[in-house]
């Protein structure tokens, strides 16, 4: 088992998640089905998912993009290579729409695996496991966002009383 203290490879925490296991400790089990990450790796405490407006989702469609048109390009070229020269071009256009629409769905838990781990390497080299590699760094996020709700609502406060104040 990996300690949340040892540091975890770039070439180590890719090929765990090209595996669909946990980048940091490599526990597998870390989906909730095909499309969905749990919120947390159960051994490790990882945050695999974060809120929608921390933009994670595009990283995630990114990489998915990115891996469904080559496992696309891959296909078709593989197949004209395989019947050179005498090609059935429509075979080939059946074969490229079926590949874009089937391509997406099989790459997209690697992908969204592949993006937390990206994160996770990236925050652990920089030294701010703030999003992914450290839950108390959330909660000081959070903390953060909460002292924000805060100074805003003081100040909508501010503007009440002052408007109720003018008002008399």
Not at 94 to 119: H, T
Request: glycine share 10%; charged share 25%.
């Amino acid at each position: 088992m990996t300690q949340s203290s040892e540091r975890v490879g770039v070439v180590k925490a890719l090929g765990r998640a090209l595996m669909l296991r946990c980048p940091r400790c490599g526990i597998s089990g870390i989906l909730n089905g095909w499309f969905k990450l749990k919120d947390s790796c159960p051994r490790c405490a990882l945050a695999l998912r974060r809120s929608p407006e921390d933009d994670e989702w595009f990283g995630g469609y990114f990489m998915n993009l990115m891996a469904s048109e080559l496992l696309m390009i891959f296909v078709v070229i593989g197949y004209v290579l395989l019947h050179w020269p005498a090609i059935d071009w429509t075979t080939v256009e059946v074969l490229s729409v079926v590949m874009v629409v089937v391509s997406p769905v099989i790459s997209y838990p690697f992908a969204k695996v592949l993006w937390v781990a990206i994160e996770f390497v990236f925050a652990e080299r920089a030294g701010t496991k703030n999003r992914r590699g450290d839950l108390r760094g959330r909660a000081k996020h959070e903390g953060r966002l909460g002292e924000e709700r805060r100074l805003r609502c003081e100040g909508e406060k501010q503007n009440g009383e002052t408007n109720g104040e003018t008002a008399l």
